[in-house]
């Protein structure tokens, strides 16, 4: 996917994968991860997701990456906090209340950046890039998490190959990981209504595989 298509997306408002809520996968499945209280939780392609204070109010601090400054700009704003803003090599950087928002390109982050990271939460972010773009994103995953990291993963299935979002079947997710991290399949909600007729929602664990520890 281009950056312009997201930033459009962005300037013109058309954000229907935003929650006006926390997802309920996050709520219910986080505490599997059994992850201490003040650990580093990387959000990838977080966008303005409400579920960034969810974590924080959870005793996490929350490190997010998102390509659309607008998008970081928004989420302090519209949760009432002004936010310290700093330039780093790879873009500007917004802190506020242990939220730090990176507005860069997923793809330039490097193992530093995600020093201290301890797990990662992923809704909307594989499922958003087309397949040659899901290999990279999962390898950055693979090379440059810290050891011991784990993974809480929500996909979508479903039986078409356009996108975003795009349908990642358990067997891709397999494909992508598990060169080091086990998967494990935690739950999958099949989804009503118009929009959501004939999917299926699904959550995975990822932990260190133990050859790779
Ligand atoms: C489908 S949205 C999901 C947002 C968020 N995870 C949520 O649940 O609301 C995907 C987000 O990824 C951002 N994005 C796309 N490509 C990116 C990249 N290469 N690096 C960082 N963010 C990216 C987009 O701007 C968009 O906000």
Same mark, same amino acid.
């Given at each position: 996917m281009e950056? @312009? +298509?997201?930033?459009? &997306?962005? =300037?013109?408002? &058309?954000?229907?994968?935003?929650?006006?809520?926390? %997802?309920?996968?996050l709520k219910e499945h986080w505490s599997e991860l059994a992850l201490d209280k003040g650990s580093k939780v990387l959000v990838p392609l977080c966008g303005k997701s409400l579920d960034m204070l969810w974590l924080q109010e959870q005793g996490? /601090?929350? !490190?997010? $990456? =998102? !390509?659309? #400054?607008a998008a $970081?700009?928004? +989420?302090?704003a519209e949760n009432?906090?002004?936010p310290e803003l700093t330039q780093q090599d790879i873009g500007p950087v917004f802190s506020? @209340? %242990?939220i730090t928002l990176l507005a /860069? @390109?997923? +793809?330039? !982050? #490097? /193992? /530093?950046h995600l020093a201290d990271v301890a797990a990662v939460y992923d809704r909307a972010a594989l499922i958003a890039l087309p397949k040659t773009m899901r290999k990279d994103y999962a390898q950055l995953l693979i090379d440059r998490l810290p050891l011991g990291c784990q993974l809480l993963l929500v996909t979508l299935e479903f039986d078409a190959d356009a996108g975003p979002p795009f349908s990642v079947p358990q067997r891709e997710v #397999?494909? !992508? +990981?598990s060169g080091r991290f086990m998967v494990e399949r935690l739950a999958e909600v099949a989804l009503g209504g118009e929009r959501g007729a004939g999917r299926v929602e699904v959550v995975y664990r990822l932990t260190e595989a133990r050859s790779a520890i």
């Open positions: 950056h @312009d +298509f997201w930033h459009q &997306r962005w =300037e013109q408002g &058309r954000i229907g994968f935003h929650q006006g809520d926390i %997802n309920p996968y996490y /601090a929350v !490190l997010g $990456c =998102e !390509l659309s #400054e $970081c700009r928004a +989420f302090f009432m906090r002004v506020s @209340d %242990n /860069a @390109d997923i +793809f330039t !982050l #490097e /193992a /530093a #397999e494909a !992508l +990981f």
